[in-house]
T-cell receptor, first 113, second 112 residues
Framework: GAGVSQSPRYKVAKRGQDVALRCDPI?????LFWYQQALGQGPEFLTY????????KSGLPSDRFFAERPEGSVSTLKIQRTQQEDSAVYLC???????????FGQGTRLTVV | KQEVTQIPAALSVPEGENLVLNCSFT??????LQWFRQDPGKGLTSLLL?????REQTSGRLNASLDKSSGRSTLYIAASQPGDSATYLC???????????FGTGTRLKVLA
């Protein structure tokens, strides 16, 4: 595709509900990142994939957060039993390979009520 | 742990001014550095990438430089326009890692 695509753009979840956020990276991009951005802050790293391998998940805030990229293309970030503190914008980025120019999607704004 | 500081946090200027935005890293071993623009409610748009062998990059009215000895980068915006109003974020990737670490951004408003 022309750019990184994320869906849904907006998600409202009731506290305790599970959510799944999708990221379609630029075709052929090996590296894929998920970031979390709180209001007024810079993006914070969550996790990194190289193809289908999740090489770094050190930024995931709790074991309620899970990410996968089973075929090395589309990625899903899943949050179980959502809490109010999970409310943020979740950004996905891809790059051709490690440490190259990163391209970001529009993000998914998650609001937990 | 890498920390990134952006100064100023906010800036409001009249149209036509030349601007300098600053970014500094606690770990100066920066491999790549990217400057991004973020409009309200939007994702990040890549502006400039300074790769490991480079010291600066230019695109139109934008110029970014990186001093690897000090871990500091500047983004220069010439002849600012109201359309430049946005939040500008710098992000660095240090040697031996692959993830970009972001600053908190500079919120720029250019007044017509």
């Amino acid at each position: 595709g022309a750019g990184v695509s994320q869906s849904p753009r907006y998600k409202v979840a009731k506290r305790g509900q599970d959510v799944a956020l999708r990221c379609d990276p630029i075709s052929g991009h090996v590296s894929l990142f998920w970031y979390q951005q709180a209001l007024g802050q810079g993006p914070e790293f969550l996790t990194y994939f190289q193809n289908e391998a999740q090489l770094d998940k050190s930024g995931l805030p709790s074991d309620r957060f899970f990410a996968e990229r089973p075929e090395g293309s589309v990625s899903t970030l899943k949050i179980q039993r959502t809490q109010q503190e999970d409310s943020a914008v979740y950004l996905c980025a891809s790059s051709l390979r490690d440490r190259r120019e990163a391209f970001f999607g529009q993000g998914t704004r998650l609001t937990v009520v | 742990k890498q920390e990134v500081t952006q100064i100023p946090a906010a800036l409001s200027v009249p149209e036509g001014e030349n601007l300098v935005l600053n970014c500094s890293f606690t770990d100066s071993a920066i491999y790549n550095l990217q400057w991004f623009r973020q409009d309200p409610g939007k994702g990040l748009t890549s502006l400039l990438l300074i790769q490991s062998s480079q010291r600066e990059q230019t695109s139109g009215r934008l110029n970014a430089s990186l001093d690897k000895s000090s871990g500091r980068s500047t983004l220069y915006i010439a002849a600012s326009q109201p359309g430049d109003s946005a939040t500008y974020l710098c992000a660095g990737c240090t040697s031996g890692t692959y993830k970009y670490i972001f600053g908190t951004g500079t919120r720029l408003k250019v007044l017509a």
